[in-house]
């Protein structure tokens, strides 16, 4: 199944095209429809005039128009719905304004505050969509800002009409320095999926996402740059494994790292490689460190100085630190041809050599960079509030000028390569944001690489399989407090067996 996430400016030339071949006022009274049906689906089969009242905010613009149409149709089915509706200063579109008639022609309430004591059994939130020009303001511009605070008292389900009100749809930040956004339980979107929904603060606004097409056809859709992650994007990868196979079939990762008093980075990254499927895994530390792992003892230690990195797949920076001896096994990986991860502090150290910069671009086989926000803004010599205000774009920046596919880590990963394509990861959840998380990613990345997948789709699957083993970790209760990176691997490698599993049919 393809997910494309489209623009606000593809979204608004979609609608533009489809508009042009429709009655005024369709997309909107579809849009009205479909939202009013999963608002009824919220609120479940409750007998109507008998349940809590529906609590519609409706906003000066389309959105606005949307809520006011999505209360006139629960009206019509029963439900006592009651809008809360702010106009702004400029005059309503036609349709936005024929909404309105209809929804006061009907048995819909209007009121101008919100009560203290309202008991609501959802709330729509139609205040704003892909329209949004500036910040929610309080006072002096309808009083938005404090509408939106005080919704966070409410503990009803709260269904955002096409984007959470305060949120930017292209990228998942709120918009304003000390911004506020709806925090929507569930979104229905209209005419395509955007990338804001998905990334940065976006899944914590959005809630559960539906995408409604508002019966809008393929002929009207863009191409899309963006799209959602799923497992078929890397199911060409997953491979029953044969018989007659050794260990040799399955690949050598050697993870370079561990510098003084960061030795448990590369051994979970190398736990993670081991259970992800590599016939051999190294651990190559810098520091005289442990000889073996006794929870992982089939990992084989080796000192960095000394480990032969031809035909095998490196993953390079996890504890590494900053040493000279760091730069120069970092300098020697990246003039290798041995697919490679860089990850941790080898990004560090990329950000601040030009050099090293050049020989990472430089290089022609697959490599795979994995920046958390702080690193990929060392890499971009930015400060990292900068790359997570636009993940999407800052993730394509870095793959542009590593050449390399990146890997920008956050809630709603970014995969970028370097000519502009982007996939966001949708699995994981707030478990992950633990120590040692990323050094089991980094690893998992790595033995895919090992297992002979292109970068691209490494990098795809790495981040999906990774966040589905947290997601499986917190349906067993084991987190998402107190999940530990260590418990990881092993649940990765559930969810990797699995999806080999399903993909034979
Ligand atoms: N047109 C259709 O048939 C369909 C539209 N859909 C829905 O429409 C919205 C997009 O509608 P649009 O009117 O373009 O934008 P919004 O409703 O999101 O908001 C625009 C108005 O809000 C004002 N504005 C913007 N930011 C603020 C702010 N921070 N505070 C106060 N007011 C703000 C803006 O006024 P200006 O002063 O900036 O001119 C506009 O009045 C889309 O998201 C869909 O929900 C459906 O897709 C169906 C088809
Ligand atoms: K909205």
């Known amino acids: 199944m393809d997910n494309p996430l489209y623009t606000v400016a593809q979204i608004r030339a979609i609608e533009q095209s489809a508009y042009a071949t429709l009655p005024p006022g369709t997309l909107m009274q579809r849009a009205g429809r479909a939202a009013a049906r999963f608002a009824m689906e919220l609120l479940g089969e409750r007998t109507p005039g008998n349940s809590r009242p529906v609590l519609v905010l409706a906003g000066p613009g389309n959105n606005g128009g949307d809520a006011l149409e999505v209360a006139a149709n629960l009206a019509d089915a029963g439900i006592d719905a009651t809008v809360l509706h702010l106009p702004g200063r400029q005059d309503a579109s036609e349709e936005t304004a024929t909404a309105h008639e209809r929804a006061r022609d009907g048995t819909v309430g209007f009121i101008d505050m919100l009560p203290p004591d309202g008991d609501w059994g959802l709330v729509v939130d139609g205040l704003f969509g892909i329209g949004l020009a500036r910040p929610l303001e309080g006072a002096l511009e309808g009083d938005y800002r404090d509408l939106v605070a005080a919704l966070e008292a409410l503990r009803c389900p709260i269904l955002a009409l096409d984007v959470p009100s305060g949120l930017d749809a292209d990228t998942g930040a709120v918009v304003g320095p000390d911004g506020i956004a709806v925090r929507a339980t569930h979104t229905i979107t209209f005419l395509g999926d955007k990338p804001g929904l998905h990334t940065a603060a976006g899944r914590d606004h959005a809630g559960q996402v539906r ?155 697959p490599t795979v960079l994995t920046p958390h926000p702080l690193e990929g803004a060392r890499l971009l010599g930015m400060t990292a509030g900068v790359v997570q205000a636009d993940r999407l774009a800052s993730a394509r920046e870095m793959a542009v000028r590593t050449q390399a596919t990146v890997l920008l880590k956050g809630s709603g990963t970014v995969m970028a390569r370097p000519d502009g394509a982007v996939v966001i990861n949708p699995t994981g959840n707030a478990g992950l944001a633990t120590a040692g998380s990323g050094d089991v990613l980094a690893g998992i990345c790595g033995t895919l690489l090992a297992q002979g997948w292109p970068a691209w789709e490494a990098a795809i699957g790495a981040a999906w399989i990774h966040g589905a083993a947290a997601d499986l970790l917190v349906a067993h209760g084991i987190g998402p407090v107190g999940m530990t990176a260590g418990e990881l691997p092993a649940a990765a490698r559930a969810v990797l067996n699995m999806l080999v599993q399903e993909s034979l049919g």
């Open 211 to 365: 995408v409604e097409m508002l019966e809008v056809g393929p002929e009207h859709l863009p191409a899309a740059g963006a799209r959602l992650g799923s497992a078929e994007l890397f199911a060409r990868c997953l491979a029953p494994r044969r018989h007659d196979t050794h260990k040799g079939s399955y690949g050598d990762v050697a993870v370079i790292g561990g510098a003084h008093g960061m030795l448990g980075a590369p051994v979970l990254a190398a736990r993670g490689a081991l259970l992800g499927g590599a016939g051999r895994v190294f651990v190559a530390m810098l520091d005289a460190g442990p000889g073996y792992d006794s929870v992982q003892p089939e990992l084989m230690f080796r000192n960095a100085d000394d480990l032969d990195l031809d035909g095998r797949t490196l993953v390079i920076g996890p504890g590494m630190g900053g040493s000279a001896g760091a730069m120069r096994l970092l300098a020697k990986a990246l003039d290798g041809n041995s697919p490679l991860v860089v990850d941790a502090d080898a990004i560090n150290l990329i950000g601040a050599s030009p050099d090293l910069l050049g020989r990472l671009a430089g290089r022609r086989a």
